[in-house]
């Protein structure tokens, strides 16, 4: 099967600075990657994808980095907020549009 | 509201009795699938289907059923739940004209088999 994971499990930031989440991941085609927050008892949702052919896509306080000589995503946000506190998690979609997901990342803000 | 519905939130339930989890969506989206999550284990994917009467399977189908005969309904049954299947399940759904299938999920189904 695919392999989606997580450098660490958890991270905590001050309110105010920077967060950079780190995903690396094994499947060479995959077509997407995107990003999704999970906030306790929720559903996942979606938050910024990147295209395979892209090194950088930057959204509303967030930038998704794609680097694939050695297979790695990462989301910054930035001016990290409490409402950002949740479980983070990177996923690929194939070309077969199956979507693997990685073992997520708790983010914490500390106010 | 444009959203994902998911039935039961909750189930307790015996090994071998027959279940199904239902999920509706209201987006006319084409794009469903159903995960499980696990602790340490992130999300994996059950079954998705690209549209009515197309199903495939995903990371982790064996035990599981899923059917598409409306596009807004996908169905996930459990013919002979066993105690491995305690998780909690989350359907979710995409239009396909977005490149990356923007999934909107469910609030999830927490199912415990005892």
């Known amino acids: 099967g695919e392999s989606v994971g997580l450098h660490l499990p958890t991270l905590s930031v001050q309110e105010g600075d920077n967060s950079i989440i780190n995903c690396a991941y094994s499947?060479?085609?995959?077509?997407?990657f995107i990003w999704y927050k999970q906030e306790s008892g929720k559903g996942p949702q979606f938050i910024i994808d990147?295209?395979?052919?892209?090194d950088k896509r930057q959204g509303q306080r967030v930038t998704v980095l794609l680097n694939k000589t050695v297979k790695h995503l990462s989301l910054q946000i930035a001016a990290t907020q409490p409402g950002d506190s949740a479980v983070y998690f990177c996923?690929?979609?194939?070309?077969?549009?199956?979507?693997?997901f990685g073992t997520g990342t708790s983010l914490t803000v500390i106010p | 509201e444009a959203q994902v519905t998911q039935n039961p939130r909750y189930l307790i339930t015996v090994t071998g009795k027959k279940l199904t989890v239902t999920c509706s969506q209201n987006?006319?989206?084409?794009?469903m699938s159903w995960y499980r999550q696990d602790p340490g284990l992130g999300l994996r994917q059950i079954y998705y289907?690209?549209?009515?009467?197309?199903?495939d399977k995903g990371d982790v189908p064996e035990g599981y059923k899923v059917s598409r005969k409306e596009k807004r309904n996908f169905p996930l049954i459990l013919e002979s739940p066993s105690p491995n299947q305690t998780s909690l399940y989350f359907c979710?759904?995409?239009?396909?004209?977005?490149?990356?299938?923007?999934?909107?999920f469910g609030p999830g189904t927490r199912l415990t088999v005892t």
């Open positions: 979710a759904s995409s239009p396909r004209s977005g490149p990356s299938y923007e999934q909107y």
């Open positions: 987006m006319n989206h084409e794009y």
């Open positions: 289907s690209m549209n009515v009467e197309v199903t």
């Open positions: 996923a690929e979609k194939t070309i077969r549009n199956q979507f693997y």
């Open positions: 499947n060479s085609a995959s077509d997407y």
């Open positions: 990147i295209r395979s052919n892209m």
